[in-house]
Nanobody, 123 residues
Framework: QVQLVESGGGLVQAGGSLRLSCAAHGSTFTINAGGWYRQAPGKQRELVATINSDGSTNYLDSVKGRFTIFTDNAKNTMYLQMNSLKPDDTAVYYC?????????????????WGQGTQVTVSS
């Protein structure tokens, strides 16, 4: 059973920083690629950042230059570094990762979601 466990959310003043973590636990799952999404009250979930298997990244226009997505393969963890936070960044942030789980000599693809972590930016 694979679980993505998120941490790092909280309350911060505008201009501050937070680092979200998304750690893969259980089985022998290896993150291949993934992304961070967010959903503010009354709004649709939106894609904030993605990282591909080759390390290339993409960002929502409103967070470019402020947010950075990266992975630590040794820790099997994906991160979202958020700087210069704005009140409009307030939302529940979710991580999503896909990769392979090794069972015996076989590798099984999988796609998983974290439980979500609240980020609140005060003005």
């Amino acid at each position: 059973q694979v679980q993505l466990v998120e941490s790092g959310g909280g309350l911060v003043q505008a201009g501050g920083s937070l680092r979200l973590s998304c750690a893969a636990h259980g089985s022998t799952f290896t993150i291949n690629a993934g992304g961070w999404y967010r959903q503010a009250p009354g709004k649709q979930r939106e894609l904030v950042a993605t990282i591909n298997s080759d390390g290339s990244t993409n960002y929502l226009d409103s967070v470019k230059g402020r947010f950075t997505i990266f992975t630590d393969n040794a820790k099997n963890t994906m991160y979202l570094q958020m700087n210069s936070l704005k009140p409009d960044d307030t939302a529940v942030y979710y991580c999503n990762a896909n990769g392979l789980t090794q069972i015996g000599i076989l590798f099984h693809p999988g796609d998983y979601w974290g439980q979500g972590t609240q980020v609140t930016v005060s003005s």
